[in-house]
Structures are given as structure tokens and as C-alpha cells.
């Protein structure tokens, strides 16, 4: 397939280009900041898509056997995780998921733990269900984030943490966390009886080199105590389909979790939403591969031009994501002045560091799954304001 080609998404509803004015004020920028691709998804999900489509009805899905076993296939094949067909709730999107999980797990007025910086809604997901929110900052080193484990267990002991929401592939920093480090952060988890909630939503997205571990392909004691969320909406650019998968593999904790998810009625998928995502795990790994060079390509090209004209700004190649994280601590340490330089100068759209948390500010967060070519204007637009 050819990831070079300019897709046109002006006036098709499009968060990423057409919500420019609403939220940077001006729509003549270059937009690299929502987290889908500019690409067409798999050729091969477009044909089930239509297929399903030139049928005609479009009654109430059941999300059969057939739609989720290619899902379980894709994990024992690509990651060596068991999943159980019994283990599986599905739900419309990852976020959604995880504010299932705060209300499923906790009372209001208790404490959950993220690990920071961090995805903007994992702050929202706590603070707008009046729950506590506590942060286990990651340590940077040279754009590199490691975990601060001692802290860790502090703040669960000291607070008394109920709920443990993980990021893995971890947004915006791109760390794939090994096993080694999962076991650490499950064993103190285990310790205090605190429940573990694991955003793995871009699993797949992974550069070479790079390995991603599940929280749930630790043992079963660590399994008793968590639940993971995936879904084919980042791999395969099929976020606006909203079909997620949440995999608990404990009956009490599946039985806690879907009394809410029934409660509100949130347990039923968009019928191209299970037609997409049947395609995409039966059919997607070729399209997958591809995607994965550009992307990484994208990465490479990035990280040269950046050396060789912008030494001042800082950057390290992630592990996983088409999300890189820029520093430019050095010439706008504080968010407004980095906002004003990028939308107002540069004309650029991404994400201010600041938006993930506290120690996010003086980065930004920059999509690469879009065009070479995009890519470089952008960079030259950067480039030419400084």
C-alpha cells in the first residue's frame, strides 16, 4: 500500500482537521496531534466493510464467537497470550473501559493511581467520577522513562490506592514495559490488594526490536487482580468504528465490572465496528507490517532532521506508538510560550506536553502516522519559525 498518498479528510467529520478552529483557534495549521492515522485502514477491512454494508439491514449485532476468535488468535499468535473466549467483554471504546473500571472498582472519594505523564483522560477518568487521584511520576533520563518504583509502593501504602490504571504501550512517553518491570509493579499491586487496570490499546504498534508484554501473560496470582483493555482502533485507523475488548480473566472481578457495564447499558458494539474488527485480526497483519516501516521510517526521518537543523530540540525514538515526544525544554520551558511558537509561528497543531501532566510541560506530543510528506512540512514549518 502506498502510505504516501495524501488522503483528503477536510469536511468528513474529522476530529484531527476539522476540529482545528475549535481547539487552536485557527485552521489554517498543519494538524499532527489527534491520535489516528492519515492513512486508509487495510484494503481488506474496507471490502468486509462494504460487504456488510450492500447487505442492507442493520439490525442489532450479537458479536458472535466468529468476531471474537480471531482476536483471541491474533494475541497467542503475535504476543504468546492464552486468552480465554469466557474472559472477553466487549465495549465501545478504551476509555470507555477504563471509567468502567474507576466505577466498577472503587468508591467515590477513594484513591487510583496513573503514572505521569500520562494520556490526558486517565486524569478525567478519576477526577470526574470523584474519585482521588495519585501520581506515580516516571523518571526521565534523556528522553528516556523508567519507573520509580519506590515511589511506586509509597504512594499505594501511603494512600491507601484502590485501583492501579496502567498505560502499556505507555502514551505519550512510548515505553513498552517489560516483564520485569510489570512483575514489580504486580507484585506490589498483589501486596496491597490494589486492582490493576492495563490501557493496552497499542500493543501492536510496536518498532523493531521492540516487544510488547501484557500484564495479563504474568501468572495467575497477577491475573486474579487485573483486567486489560485492547482494541484494532489504533492499529488499524478504525477509531471512529468504536469496537474495544476488554479481557478480565477473574469470574469475581468480570462479574463486578459487568454489573456496571450492564447497568448502563454500554455492552453492545457497532455492527461495522465487529465486521472491522474481525477483518482486521483475521486479515490485517500484511497491511500491519507495512504500516509499521513507513511509521517507523517516519520516526528515523524525524529523528535525523532534528540532529542535523534543530539540535535545541530533543528527541527519542519511542519503543511503540506512532506518537513521538518532543523536547523543547531548552528554547519554551513554559506551555503557553511552546503554544504560541507552535500554532502561532511555526502553524503547526500538536499536543502541549503540559495537557499530560505536570512534568509534560516544555514537550509536545507529535503524530507520526501520517504522510512523509506532511511530516516534513511540519518540520520545516518548526525549523523556519525558530
Request: proline fraction near 4%; include cysteine; glycine fraction near 6%.
Amino acid at each position: 500500500m502506498d502510505f504516501d498518498v495524501l488522503v483528503d479528510r477536510r469536511n468528513t467529520d474529522c476530529v484531527k482537521w476539522d476540529g482545528l478552529k475549535a481547539v487552536y483557534g485557527r485552521d489554517d495549521i498543519l494538524p499532527l496531534w489527534v491520535a489516528d492515522m492519515d492513512f486508509k485502514s487495510s484494503p481488506k477491512i474496507i471490502e468486509a466493510i462494504i460487504e456488510r454494508a450492500n447487505h442492507g439491514v442493520f439490525g442489532y449485532p450479537i458479536g458472535s464467537k466468529e468476531v471474537f476468535q480471531p482476536f483471541i488468535e491474533w494475541n497467542e499468535k503475535r504476543n504468546s497470550l492464552y486468552i480465554d473466549e469466557g474472559w472477553i467483554l466487549p465495549c465501545p471504546g478504551i476509555v470507555t473501559a477504563f471509567c468502567l473500571a474507576v466505577l466498577a472498582f472503587t468508591k467515590e472519594g477513594e484513591k487510583i493511581m496513573i503514572q505521569t505523564p500520562v494520556y490526558p483522560p486517565f486524569y478525567s477518568s478519576v477526577k470526574d467520577n470523584n474519585r482521588v487521584m495519585i501520581e506515580n511520576q516516571l523518571i526521565e533520563n534523556e528522553g528516556y522513562y523508567t519507573i520509580d518504583f519506590e515511589d511506586f509502593e509509597k504512594q499505594i501504602r501511603e494512600n491507601d490506592v484502590k485501583l492501579f490504571i496502567l498505560c502499556n504501550p505507555h502514551n505519550p512517553i512510548g515505553r513498552a514495559w517489560n516483564k520485569e518491570e510489570l512483575k514489580k509493579m504486580a507484585d506490589i499491586c498483589l501486596k496491597y490488594d490494589v486492582k490493576i487496570f492495563s490501557d493496552e490499546i497499542h500493543s501492536d504498534l510496536l518498532f523493531k526490536r521492540a516487544k510488547f508484554t501484557s500484564i495479563l501473560s504474568l501468572d495467575e496470582k497477577y491475573r486474579d487482580i487485573a483486567a486489560a483493555a485492547m482494541a484494532p482502533s489504533k492499529t488499524f485507523n478504525i477509531a471512529g468504528l468504536f469496537s474495544s475488548i476488554v479481557v478480565i480473566p477473574n469470574e469475581d472481578i468480570k462479574g463486578i465490572y459487568l454489573k456496571i457495564s450492564e447497568s448502563l447499558h454500554i455492552g453492545s458494539l457497532n455492527i461495522f465496528g465487529l465486521t472491522a474488527m474481525e477483518a482486521a485480526y483475521k486479515y490485517g497483519e500484511i497491511w500491519l507490517k507495512e504500516v509499521l516501516e513507513y511509521i517507523e521510517g517516519n520516526s528515523d526521518y524525524m529523528e535525523t532532521f532534528i540532529k542535523e537543523n534543530m539540535p535545541e530540540i530533543k528527541y527519542r525514538k519511542p519503543e511503540a506508538t506512532y506518537l513521538g515526544w518532543l523536547d523543547f525544554r531548552a528554547l519554551f520551558p513554559k506551555a503557553q510560550d511552546l503554544d504560541n511558537f507552535l500554532i502561532n509561528k511555526a502553524k503547526v497543531a500538536l499536543n502541549n506536553g503540559i495537557a499530560f501532566g505536570k512534568k509534560g510541560e516544555g514537550f509536545a506530543r507529535i503524530n507520526l502516522g501520517c504522510p512523509r510528506s506532511i511530516l516534513e512540512e511540519a518540520l520545516n514549518r518548526i525549523k523556519e519559525a525558530l
